[in-house]
Each structure stands twice: as C-alpha cells, then as structure tokens.
C-alpha cells in the first residue's frame, strides 16, 4: 500500500510546441512533430520521437520511431483509423507537402511507412487542413498550399489565390493560396478520390476546425483570406451535401487555430484560436448541432489562452487540450506551451468521482490507507494508477 503511495512519478515531460499532432487511444494521448521558437529561429521537432501521455497516471514516456519517418513538420494533418495514426500534408524545410504516412500506436514498434497510392491523385501540397474519419475512410477538406497555374479553375471558386503570390516572384507558374476541396483516401484499396459534393460549400480556408458526428463532418471558422470566421457548415459523408448552420443564439468572435471536438452525438466544444483583432483566445463554446444554440462554458483555464493547440476527446467526455501557444504567432513567436489542459465539459460518473477522491486524499487521510486494501479490486487497481496521477508537477497537468 505503501509503495503505491509513494510510487516515483518522472518529472520527464513533452517538449513545448505548436502546429502538432495528437491523438487519443484507450488511455493515452499520443502526440508527434510541431515546432518551437528558439531565439528568432523556428525549429520543427524531431521527427524521430513520439511523445505518449498516460492520461490517467498524469506521466509522459518518449519512444523512438523507425521505417520510413516522415521529415519534421508543422500543420499536418493527423487522425486516427483501428489503431493506426495517418498524417497528411503540412509544412516541412522545402514547403507545404501532400505526402501520407501512417504508424500503429498499439504494437509498441512505433515503424512509421510512407502510404504509397495505387490509384486516383492526392490533393494538392497544403497544411493547416482538417480531416474526418468515416466507414473507414479519410476525408481531408481545405488548408493553404500551391497550385500550378494550369490547375487553377477560376470557374468553380474552389481555390483562392493568396495575392501574395503575385507579388512575389513565380517559380514554376506556383501560385499559393486556400482551398475548400475535399479528399477521400481508402486505406484498403490505397485509393483517392474527389467525391462530388452539393449544396453551398464553405468558402476556402486554412487554419479552420473541424468534427465529425455520426456520418456528418462539421467544419468551424478558420481563416479565409484576410478574415477569421466563425460559421459553421456540415458535410453529408452519406450524400455528399453540404449544409451550412446557422445558429439561433450569440456566436463566437470569428477566429482561427481554434479547435473543436465532439463531446456527444450532438455536442461539439470549442477552444481558443486566434481571433479577428488577432487576440489569443481562451473562450470554450459548446454547440448543440440539434437546436443550433451555442453556450458559453466556464472553466478554470480562462488565464491560459491557446492558438495552434490540439484537444482531444478522452475518458467521461473530458477533453485534453496540449500544447499551442498563448502569443499572436506571427509577430511574437515565444509563449510556446507544454502544459495538459484537462476540461470536464459533463459530470463524472460515480464510479470516477470516487476513484479521483480516493486517489487525491490518500496520502492525507489514515482512514484511506487503513482501508485502500478491501477496495473492490477493479477500484483498487484504478485508484493506484490515478495516485500517480495527482503526485505528478502540476506545472505540467492541470
């Protein structure tokens, strides 16, 4: 009993970052690539470590990566399908790319390989888009990249030209700007596609949020243009059709590097980004996509403002935001961050809420450690996990 009390809790803890990917499986938050500022330089992180969180035990592992590692990036796009997680597009030292990857996260082997396609064209190079996961299949939708000019159709508006780019010098008739496409890969048959879609799209964007409820994909805000938006559309993944939502109640300031998540089959909750007079935001909004009301959530977090974080959905509807940054990003790149937000977006389960008092009181009440040992024994075995959990730096965990 003793011993579970004072089990040793590493103080090793994920390095600081922004424009990263992270996911959830079972009990840990797994998290790769990003960047950091040092000095005036930006630094993507190694490509070669994935950095995994024990969400209940509050403690960080690094494991190296091997196979076919994809080059150190920022603004990728990752989810995950039956325990393998797939990157897609994103920024490295040579630009915006459109290569895809995948690693199983559950075999402890951590041998990344390089998806090569047998069919069908992949997208355009781009980073900051989004994507949902649906009959397992990956549907990408929007981002920031280049095109040929020859690839360019001004008819359908489906890419926006960054003027930017007619400023600068062409390479190659290269032209850059944001897109409201959408992407279909079937990891099976290594195939892509571009499903025809209908209704009144989203306007092109990069840096937008996006969920997926049942078989709808929802996309919120982003940037588009010189502008930061907060509307909200929605994507048949059955029929192709989109739907914008236009909501009954007051709404979010317009923003983007914001996320959303879905918390329920008809709640998504959104945090943070970065807003239309360019403000780190650290506001949480939950959407109910059936009455089409937002609701401004309370939280403990409201000194903690975060931009190009990730939030994903963990056990009892919790959501843990990392990383990100708390600055406007592109005039002062310093306040990177490395801390686990944990919101509790709906009540704990009984069964939670003892396990957490059990944990956080034990080492103060004689009355706990007498007893600990008659704990059924599934109770028993998650409150010596989640002792660990409130052990760990709370400069890290909150």
Not at 349 to 365: G, M, Q, T, V, W
Request: glycine share 8%.
């Amino acid at each position: 009993m003793n011993s579970a009390i004072e089990a040793h809790c590493s103080e090793l803890v994920a390095r600081e970052r922004s424009g990263h990917t992270a996911l959830v499986e079972g009990d840990q938050l797994y998290v790769w690539g990003g960047y950091v500022s040092i000095a005036d330089d930006e630094v993507f992180l190694p490509n070669d470590e994935i950095w995994v969180y024990d969400i209940e035990r509050g403690a960080w592992e690094m494991f190296q990566m091997s196979g076919e590692v994809p080059p150190s990036m920022s603004g990728t796009c990752g989810c995950s399908l039956n325990g393998d997680m797939y990157i897609f597009g994103g920024c490295d030292d040579n630009g915006q790319t459109n290569q895809l990857y995948c690693v199983n996260l559950l075999d402890g082997q951590y041998c990344w390989r390089r998806i090569i396609h047998e069919s069908g064209s992949p997208p355009s190079p781009r980073d900051k888009l989004s994507c949902w996961v649906y009959t397992g299949r990956l549907i990408y939708f929007g981002g920031y990249g280049h095109k040929q000019l020859r690839d360019i159709d001004n008819n359908n508006r489906s890419f926006i030209l960054d003027e930017a780019s007619w400023l600068a010098p062409m390479v190659e008739d290269v032209f850059w700007g944001w897109n409201n496409e959408v992407h279909m890969f079937d990891p099976t048959a290594a195939n892509w596609s571009e499903p025809r879609t209908s209704g009144r799209a989203p306007a092109p964007r990069a840096a937008h949020a996006s969920a997926t409820l049942e078989h709808r994909g929802y996309v919120c805000g982003g940037r588009v243009m010189e502008t930061r938006t907060s509307d909200i559309h929605c994507l048949d993944l059955k029929t192709w059709t989109w739907t914008e939502i236009v909501p009954v109640s007051t709404v979010p300031v317009g923003r983007s590097w914001h996320t959303m998540t879905a918390i329920s089959d008809r709640a998504l909750f959104l945090f943070g980004g970065l807003s239309v007079e360019c403000k780190p935001m650290s506001d949480g909004w939950v959407l109910d996509v059936e009455t089409k009301k937002w609701r401004e959530i309370e939280h403990p977090y409201q000194e903690k403002p975060r931009l190009w974080h990730t939030a994903c959905l963990g056990r009892d509807s919790d959501v843990i935001v990392f990383g990100g940054s708390c600055d406007f990003i592109l005039l002062v790149d310093k306040g990177h961050c490395n801390d686990a937000l944990v919101f509790q977006i709906q009540p704990h389960p009984l069964f939670r809420l003892c396990e957490d008092y059990i944990a956080k009181n034990i080492k103060s009440s004689k009355i706990l450690q007498k007893r600990f040992p008659l704990l059924p024994s599934k109770l028993l075995q998650a409150v010596q996990r989640r002792i660990t959990f409130y052990r760990t730096s709370k400069k890290n965990v909150n």
